[in-house]
């Protein structure tokens, strides 16, 4: 809402610091004449002080004043207000000075005598131009808002650049292709698409090509009539008519059969299809996002893949890094999963429900150095496990999954003679000491494992996860005895 002083001088309001009053008069009526609202002070104090109380469009400011030289003046208003542009008025339009301003934060200079169809000129370019500035960075601040994704971790360089061009692409219709690794992200990234879309309110529907069987695909995609074929005892919509006006996801796009190829092309050059067994057209209006890990491109290459077909839906390509060409996001996913994956099990929460569980710094390095060959989501499923498994706040790194420990060369003996390597890390001495401990009490209590708890004074359950994770052998009890 632009305030009633605005309204009242839409050309801008100026202020004018002048210590000599016939020059803060003629620069007042120029200004006036042409329509500005002017203010003036007579000195650098008294300035400052008007220069805080109102708000200003433009600053007129003499370079020589007896009380505060301008320079100075100039460097509190920039303490204050970084985009309120400022216009030297010196006596000697010395170089030195000149340049000295511009670096100071002004931007522009004029010599007295001015010529004052210039000056006018300047000051509306440069009231247009911080106006303008202003606007756009209103317009990126509240794109931001609206396209921030908070259920997407992203502050690498790589991600960022991602939600960039998500943003970006999100409100048109284009087709787009979202490439990369299982686990990447591809589902996660296009829905977030459809929700930062105009589609927003209208239906996702997601198909994935590759687990429908190709023979029900078809009907699957653009339903069937009654009598269509045996078993259809029904009309039934396909996924196209239940995403009208909505996004159509289309997972796995690599696995479809050249017959399904032809038919998905021409929906797409045509906007329309016939349901399965039907001669009335059905007019749709769906955005696709289709969805591949596989090199669609090389399939295209080998023939496999309609390059027409590729090309339509590849308008847009949206391309997610491996999680290990980004490893500084490990961190916040792990912080983000361990606050859904607490709540969900409602264990290690403070009062405001966040999660206090944290992984001890061996953990937290084991995991950094992994190279994550399934992505977020075999980062996602360590860190559910871990919060399920966790007995207190600080998590060992006992309770990483076997092919993550594995690959930090942690090795647990399995035979009872067999020695720990020399290199062993503290973990591996550790869970060697705790397995070889645990088997002892095991031996004594004759295998029974709610003995052994006891004696070891831990919970049953976590008698069991020790157990599993530490490849315990469990004899029967008659075995033994036997
Ligand atoms: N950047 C991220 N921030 C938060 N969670 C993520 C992120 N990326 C992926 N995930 C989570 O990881 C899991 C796997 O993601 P998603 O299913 O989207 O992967 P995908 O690329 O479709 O995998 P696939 O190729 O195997 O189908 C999901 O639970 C998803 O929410
Ligand atoms: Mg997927």
Known sequence: MPDAETLASPRGRILVIDDEADIRESLETLLDLEGYQVATADGGVSGLDRFERGVFDLVLLDLMMPDRSGLEVLDDIRKRDRDTPVFLITAYGSVEVAVEAL??????????????????????????RTRLEQENRE?????????????????????QRVLDLVSQVAPS??????????GTGKELIAKAIHAASPRAERPFVGVNSGSVPPDLLESALFGHVKGAFTGAVANRKGYFETADHGTLFLDEIGTLTPDMQVKLLRVLQEREFMPVGSNDVVRVDVRIIAATNSDLKKLVDDGKFREDLYYRLNVINVQ?????????????????????????????????????????????????????????????????????????????????????????????????GEQLPSDASLFEVVADFERRAIIDILEQVNY???EAAARLKIPLSTLNQKIKRLDIPIRKKSEKAG
């Not at 219709?173 to 299982?182: Q, V, Y």
């Not at 709540?343 to 150095?369: T, V, Y």
């Open 173 to 182: 219709k284009s087709n787009i292709l979202i490439t990369g690794e299982t």
């Open 320 to 416: 997610l890094p491996p999680l290990r060409d980004r490893k500084e996001d490990v961190p916040a996913l792990i912080e983000h999963f361990f606050q859904i994956y607490c709540r969900e099990n409602e264990k290690f929460l403070d009062a405001q429900g966040r999660s206090r569980l944290r992984f001890e710094p061996e953990a937290l390095h084991i995991l950094m150095d992994y190279n994550w060959p399934g992505n977020v989501r075999e980062l996602e499923n360590a860190i559910e496990r871990a919060a399920v498994l966790a007995t207190e706040e600080e998590v060992p790194a006992a309770v990483l999954p076997e092919p993550v420990l594995h690959s930090a060369g942690v090795r647990i003996p399995r035979e009872p």
């Open 139 to 159: 317009l990126r601040r509240a794109l931001k808002q609206r396209y921030s994704f908070p259920n997407i971790v992203g502050k690498s360089d790589r991600m």
């Open 103 to 128: 670096k100071s934060g002004a931007n522009d200079y004029f010599s007295k005598p001015w010529d004052n169809e210039k000056l006018i000129i300047e000051i509306d370019r440069q009231i247009a």
């Open 448 to 450: 029974s494992q709610t």
